[in-house]
């Protein structure tokens, strides 16, 4: 099994920047890949971004293009988004998830349910 803890959230201004990271223990040798997902009350869990352990290959949503930049360091098991240019639209709680198979296809990535393992949140606040 895999455990993830996520950090680095916060209020922030919007036209700021913030980097969540997402570090992760245990059976860490089955991560596969990892990926970033959002959700605000009474929404859907929305993806963000994700990448693929084995070369790094990332996938990213189009509402995130641009602004935002998925990173991994496998020698601290961690995962970091890095987000400049926060808008109040991108208030949310930000979830990292573990997958214990291979990323395939831009499916595998985007798709929630694709994801064995979560982390407990944190909470983006981008103010007007």
């Known amino acids: 099994q895999v455990q993830l803890v996520e950090s680095g959230g916060g209020l922030v201004q919007a036209g700021g920047s913030l980097r969540l990271s997402c570090a992760a223990s245990?059976?860490?040798?089955?991560?596969?890949?990892m990926g970033w997902f959002r959700q605000t009350p009474g929404k859907e869990r929305e993806f963000v971004a994700a990448i693929r352990w084995s070369d790094t290959y990332t996938y990213y949503a189009n509402s995130v293009k641009g602004r935002f930049t998925i990173s991994s360091d496998n020698a601290k098991n961690t995962v970091y988004l890095q987000i400049k240019s926060l808008k109040p639209e991108d208030t949310a709680v930000y979830y990292c998830a573990d997958r214990s198979f291979p990323l395939y296809s831009d499916y595998d990535a985007r798709t929630a349910s694709q994801y064995e393992y979560w982390g407990q949140g944190t909470q983006v606040t981008v103010s007007s």
């Open positions: 245990g059976r860490t040798f089955s991560n596969y890949g």
